[in-house]
């Protein structure tokens, strides 16, 4: 367990790095760049998101569940090239298609400037397919220094490429362009790692049915859990202009920190399970990790939902002041982020549990999005999201007991969850108090940060939700960070 602590920690460490390096760049580009620009640039990555995920139909990730049962060098190396040849054809497909259809997604999103940079962005996705695949298949391998190596990469390629278009002109076309090469760049990295580790090359085209069979349910419960994420960002799109759309974009998000940290340990957890039959060790894992993502999760959305408008204005400017209460409504699902109920059913090899949920919880959304839009206006696509999120996850916790066989006593730590929300939602009340009467979001977000974690840890030791086995963790981390310096 505590090898599996150490590589999660890891590949949260440089994620989370990718995380500040590009909100930097979101700040500096929402201030050089008009808003309808900056919509346009939102716009680019929502097209390509929505549309990644309905053509990689799940393939990549499935490499965490086979590459650990592959019983030779000659069967990982089979399973790597077919998924690298397929996600190499179906990122030409979706190449041809932004050709063929850019001027039908401009006119769909509201945006006539989509139309004239969707056919140069369509390469995008031919080289970043790859990029996806080679982080899967670096995890299913047990190989995450690989994938801290080339997200590293990633940040310094972004980042340069970025700051010198930037200096040569700061025009949307010349930040596209950066990004295109970026994404070059990261594709030769990754196409010559992977022949590297395989002295036959990608010789298996044809791809493997027990992969696409396990795939595919995965892939659609993926496409439609997607389009249930971004379907309040489609409508907006839809309905309003590129600067109404940047404004709504800019807080309707989750907190980056809480994918970042999930994501990692799910990359580490899933390939663990496949490879154990053992349920009980696999809810002790899970279990464990519930606890500690909740205490770093509870107080991130409590501290970010007190000071939603001081972060957003420091972030964006006071030009993007109104996307402070679209950023508080999405805080909600943050507090469910401490779990993900879907990776037990994958372990379990019952990924079509997943894909039934997923598509419920959109044929909800899709009514509820409309509706609340015509009641509540932007805020009611936002608040649809939020509670269809509520709603999957209950239904995952009712099917878990009947279909894998683990209670929920055994899995979800309730007692210690409920504690650290209490020390949260106390912690965030004195904070409030304390800093209610300061002017200035440089002085409230600093002093509410130092008041909000001392009382945090305070609260939290003292009803029992932070552990004298926690402190000594971060005792550890940090002297291990000291002695490395030294």
């Not at 056919?119 to 996806?132: E, G, R, S, T």
């Not at 003292?462 to 086995?469: C, D, H, Q, T």
């Not at 550890?476 to 960070?481: F, G, L, W, Y």
Request: hydrophobic share 50%; charged share 10%.
């Amino acid at each position: 367990m505590s090898k599996l602590s150490k590589q999660a920690g890891l590949l949260t460490a440089t994620d989370l790095s990718r995380f500040v390096i590009k909100t930097l760049i979101g700040m500096v580009l929402a201030r050089i760049l008009s808003q309808g620009d900056y919509g346009t640039y939102r716009q680019l990555f929502l097209v390509y998101t929505t549309i990644s995920t309905l053509m990689l139909l799940g393939i990549p990730q499935s490499l965490l569940y086979f590459l650990p049962r592959a019983d030779s060098e000659k069967q990982k190396q089979a399973l790597i090239s077919r998924t690298i040849n397929l996600v190499s054809i179906l990122s030409l497909a979706f190449a041809l298609f932004m050709l063929l259809t850019a001027g039908l997604i401009a006119r769909l999103m509201n945006n006539p400037a989509l139309a004239r940079l969707l056919p140069y962005f369509a390469i995008y996705p031919v080289f970043m397919f790859v990029c996806q695949a080679f982080n899967a298949a670096m995890l299913g391998l047990q190989k995450p220094l690989n994938v801290v190596r080339f997200t590293i990469f990633t940040i310094i390629t972004d980042a340069s490429t970025l700051v010198v278009a930037i200096l040569i002109a700061p025009t949307l076309p010349n930040i596209t362009f950066a990004l295109l090469l970026s994404a070059g760049m990261q594709w030769l990295y990754a196409t010559i790692s992977l022949r590297k580790g395989w002295n036959e090359g990608f010789t298996h085209i044809l791809p493997d049915k027990h992969q696409l069979a396990y795939s595919l349910p995965l892939g659609l419960s993926s496409i439609v859990g997607m389009l249930t994420i971004q379907l309040d960002k489609l409508i907006i799109s839809s309905f309003f202009q590129p600067e109404q759309f940047a404004i709504f974009a800019v807080g309707a998000m989750e907190l980056p920190f809480v994918g970042i940290l999930t994501n990692s340990v799910n990359s580490i957890i899933l390939p663990a399970l496949s490879s154990n039959a053992d349920s009980s060790h696999g809810s002790a894992i899970y279990r464990a990790s519930m606890r500690k993502n909740a205490l770093l999760i509870f107080p991130m959305v409590g501290f970010c939902f007190i000071f939603a408008t001081e972060i957003i204005t420091l972030l964006y400017t006071d030009t993007y002041s109104q996307s402070a209460s679209y950023f508080r409504i999405y805080l909600f699902t943050m507090l469910l982020r401490i779990g993900s109920y879907g990776i037990i059913f994958q372990a379990f090899n019952k990924t079509k549990t997943v894909l039934y949920n997923s598509l419920i919880v959109l044929a909800l959304n899709i009514v509820l999005n409309l509706v609340l839009l015509q009641l509540l206006g932007m805020q009611g696509p936002a608040i649809s999201t939020v509670l269809v999120t509520y709603l999957g996850v209950v239904m995952y916790l009712y099917l878990i007991p009947r279909q894998i066989g683990i209670s929920l006593k055994a899995l979800i730590p309730a007692g210690a969850i409920l504690k650290t929300l209490l020390a949260t939602v106390s912690a965030g009340l004195g904070t409030y108090l304390l800093t209610m009467g300061m002017t200035g979001n440089i002085l409230r977000l600093a002093s509410g940060s130092i008041i909000f974690s001392v009382l945090y840890l305070i609260i939290g030791s003292a009803v029992g939700a932070i552990l004298p086995y926690d402190f000594q963790i971060l005792k550890n981390a940090a002297r291990s960070v000291f002695q490395r310096q030294g």
